[in-house]
């Protein structure tokens, strides 16, 4: 498998140097992916049809640029991102990797404590973008609970009744919980959040860097992004601590990390099934 001769041919007269070969990478479930080989160097490359993911990876740029200019945790430069035919794509420095050290969660924890510090006056964002294959909205709100809510957890509900993954009475729950919910953790100020973040999307370079990939960026709690990093774990605890360190978190955030976690088990519960729905259940059902 290889990239098709219209997105090679962009690339080349991009990069001004010619494609010496390319292999298929692992790029997870929506994309394909490869590593292109040139003469001043390796590039990643990720393809999708344009059609079905429409902004997909203009959304994934905006979000690494906003991350950027942070100027704290490291993520992959974008090289070029565009359309060729029925297909986009997106081109970004390559990343060689290994496995996480100590050292390396410890940093990154700092890193990203620093870019949660990065505010707005609202929560959300200025454009849509991409929770795994679904659409993210990412509507304005003054407090989090009413993003949270209307943005995050209806959408998501909604879709899985009408996937009859969800009964009418597990809908009847979440309205209980979202009239609790603001009373259940203390507004602070947005924060820029990466929006994705599992072990998944953490890479470490040889030289012990931390780098984020694949945002779902937008300004939320940042109580949300730590949550996510416990829903499959890979995370050390010196992350956490130095983290806490370099920005503390409220007291009791540990018991709120099912809560926000409710958002990415029902993005997984809509795309993979009902494996997910005990999850769920359970989760609503500790706060009610």
Do not use: C
Request: without cysteine; hydrophobic residues 40%.
């Amino acid at each position: 498998m290889t990239p098709s001769k219209g997105i090679l041919a962009i690339v080349e007269a991009h990069l001004s140097t010619a494609i010496t070969g390319s292999r298929f990478v692992s790029g997870g479930s929506i994309n394909i992916a490869y590593e292109l080989q040139t003469a001043t160097g390796k590039y990643f490359l990720k393809v999708n049809h344009k059609t079905l993911y429409p902004g997909m990876f203009e959304a994934e740029a905006q979000g690494l640029q906003l991350m950027t200019q942070t100027g704290t945790v490291r993520v992959p430069s974008i090289i070029l991102q565009g359309d060729a035919g029925n297909e986009s794509f997106l081109l970004l420095e390559w990343i060689d990797s290994k496995r996480g050290s100590v050292q390396a969660t410890t940093l990154l924890g700092t890193q990203l404590a620093d870019m949660h510090r990065n505010t707005a006056e609202r929560f959300g964002l200025d454009h849509d973008n991409y929770m795994g294959s679904l659409p993210q909205s990412n509507r304005k709100h003054n407090k989090w609970s009413d993003f949270f809510v209307q943005e995050r957890l209806q959408p998501m509900v909604s879709m899985a009744v009408d996937k009859r993954l969800l009964e009418y009475a597990d809908a009847g729950n979440f309205e209980k919980l979202y009239a609790k919910l603001p009373e259940l953790f203390d507004e602070e100020a947005p924060a820029l959040l990466h929006g994705d973040l599992w072990s998944g999307n953490y890479l470490t370079t040889p030289a012990d860097e931390p780098y984020l990939i694949d945002p779902a960026v937008y300004y939320g709690n940042r109580e949300a992004d730590l949550a996510m990093t416990t829903l499959f774990g890979g995370f050390s605890n010196e992350f956490y601590l130095s983290y806490h360190e370099a920005f503390p978190l409220s007291k009791g955030w540990q018991q709120r990390t099912d809560l926000w976690n409710l958002y990415p088990l029902l993005v997984h519960l809509n795309l993979f099934g009902a494996g997910y729905l005990g999850r769920v259940r359970d989760a609503v059902n500790s706060y009610l």
